[in-house]
């Protein structure tokens, strides 16, 4: 699975001819939601989101004809094949389902969260951002030991509502909790973003990254729980 951070993108799989040899012969597919040729189309309206949290697709896919984008980009065939797009796909995560994000999806800009079901062809927003000071921008995500989805903040500007950049969680309730935040930043900027979160095999640490200026990798210790 795939996702393509454009504000055109779509959300891609490969499908292998033979499942032992994930990298040989096979097929591109980009996700199709009847009906939704764009997941963002709304956010200009100004009227809110046009999908309640929980609200479920039946999905389906379609192929891309030249994965290799000799003469088109592979998002261009997906559209024109009737695949729906994503504003910003960035994050994913494998439990429970695909989990991605669309960083600056939604009607307010700020995000949205999704997660694909194969065991059902179905595709859930469980999220979309509507207060960017709880939440802003869900970029690299990572499901907890503990059940609850974790998200790394990627936010391109300050605003009043959002000042700094942070790792927020998702219960599966729906509710946020901060569990980090980077108290670097700048009179115009929310600062370094984190990246590429994950867990130790036993689950007890938390390894993070910091981009630039800071260049760290940070190993955060619990006690985690939810």
């Avoid at 189309?41 to 000799?70: F, K, L, N, R, Y």
């Avoid at 729906?84 to 800009?109: D, P, Y």
């Avoid at 999220?127 to 790394?152: A, Q």
Wanted: aromatic share 8%; glycine share 12%; hydrophobic share 35%.
């Amino acid at each position: 699975y795939m996702t393509e951070d454009r504000s055109d993108g779509c959300f891609y799989r490969f499908v292998p001819e033979d499942p032992a040899v994930p990298m040989g012969p096979g097929k591109l597919q980009a996700l199709r939601v009847p009906g939704v040729p764009d997941t963002n189309a709304h956010a200009a309206s100004g009227a809110g989101p046009a999908w309640a949290d929980g609200h479920t697709w039946s999905v389906d896919w379609v192929d891309i004809e030249d994965p290799d984008a000799q003469q088109e980009s592979c998002r261009v065939q997906a559209a024109r094949a009737g695949a729906t797009g994503f504003c910003r796909g960035e994050g994913l995560s494998l439990g429970k389902g695909v989990w991605f994000s669309a960083s600056t999806g939604g009607s307010a800009g700020g995000g949205q969260v999704f997660r694909y079901d194969p065991s059902r062809a179905s595709l859930t927003l469980e999220l979309e951002v509507t207060d960017r000071s709880v939440l802003s921008c869900p970029d690299n995500l990572c499901l907890t030991p503990w059940g609850d989805l974790l998200m790394c903040e990627d936010n391109y500007q300050r605003t009043e509502q959002v000042t700094h950049q942070h790792i927020r969680v998702m219960r599966p309730d729906g509710g946020i909790y901060n569990l980090a935040r980077n108290p670097m930043n700048q009179p115009d900027d929310a600062g370094p973003e984190f990246t590429g979160a994950c867990f130790s095999p036993d689950g007890q640490v938390l390894f993070v990254n910091v981009q630039t200026p800071q260049h760290m990798t940070l190993a955060i210790r619990g006690p985690w729980g939810g």
